[in-house]
T-cell receptor, first 116, second 114 residues
Framework: DSGVTQTPKHLITATGQRVTLRCSPR?????VYWYQQSLDQGLQFLIQ???????AKGNILERFSAQQFPDLHSELNLSSLELGDSALYFC???????????????FGSGTQLSVL | DQQVKQNSPSLSVQEGRISILNCDYT??????FLWYKKYPAEGPTFLIS?????DKNEDGRFTVFLNKSAKHLSLHIVPSQPGDSAVYFC?????????????FGSGTQLTVLP
């Protein structure tokens, strides 16, 4: 158990809809990262928050947004969903704001999103 | 543009033999490399890492080799055990720009046959 909690584990929805994925980081971790894993793809970095503020942005679509709340949990909002958004979405956490070469990320078990 | 590539989607090895998983990268700004292991229905977990100032790092049955001139790293598992069956992701990180975030390869499914 990594200590990172993601809910829900599975989500099935229709095109055009909006969903929210939730992540609670490990106790004491201030950074939360969101990654997307599509079929046969590696984990693609979407966005990072550190202590409530956006720290880094990757290949995140404009239809997607995220935030980190004062209790450090994070939510990833996906709107106007398309078939191609079907993927496994991972949340990870780390203790610092990132940038340390040897920093380890601890991953949740992911949310499997299926857009029909 | 995949900066970290794992060209073998799958690998099968007999129990007790050596497993060799390979990874290539293109971004010369990467300074640190990690391997993560992922079991079904679980998130990736850290396995072993290596800094670019080294060419080898060993931890028990796991050894990672780095060939910086070839931009290639490999993970050796000796001896392989059925419990090692999982997806292995190679990841890389640098200190500046887009390289600051962990960049992952697409993974290699290792199956260790009893």
């Amino acid at each position: 158990d990594s200590g990172v909690t993601q809910t829900p584990k599975h989500l099935i929805t229709a095109t055009g809809q909006r969903v929210t994925l939730r992540c609670s980081p490990r106790s004491g971790d201030l950074s939360v990262y969101w990654y997307q894993q599509s079929l046969d793809q590696g984990l693609q970095f979407l966005i990072q928050y550190y202590n409530g503020e956006e720290r880094a942005k990757g290949n995140i679509l404009e239809r997607f947004s995220a935030q980190q709340f004062p209790d450090l949990h994070s939510e990833l909002n996906l709107s106007s969903l398309e078939l191609g958004d079907s993927a496994l979405y991972f949340c990870a956490s780390s203790v610092s704001q990132g940038g340390l070469l040897d920093e380890k990320l601890f991953f949740g078990s992911g949310t499997q999103l299926s857009v029909l | 543009d995949q900066q970290v590539k794992q060209n073998s989607p799958s690998l099968s090895v007999q129990e007790g033999r050596i497993s060799i998983l390979n990874c290539d990268y293109t971004n010369s700004m990467f300074d640190y490399f990690l391997w993560y292991k992922k079991y079904p229905a679980e998130g990736p977990t850290f396995l072993i890492s290596i800094s670019s100032i080294k060419d080898k790092n060993e931890d028990g049955r796991f050894t990672v080799f780095l060939n910086k001139s070839a931009k290639h790293l490999s993970l050796h598992i000796v001896p392989s055990q059925p419990g090692d069956s999982a997806v292995y992701f190679c990841a890389a990180r640098g200190t500046s720009g887009s390289a600051r975030q962990l960049t992952f390869g697409s993974g290699t499914q290792l199956t260790v046959l009893p």
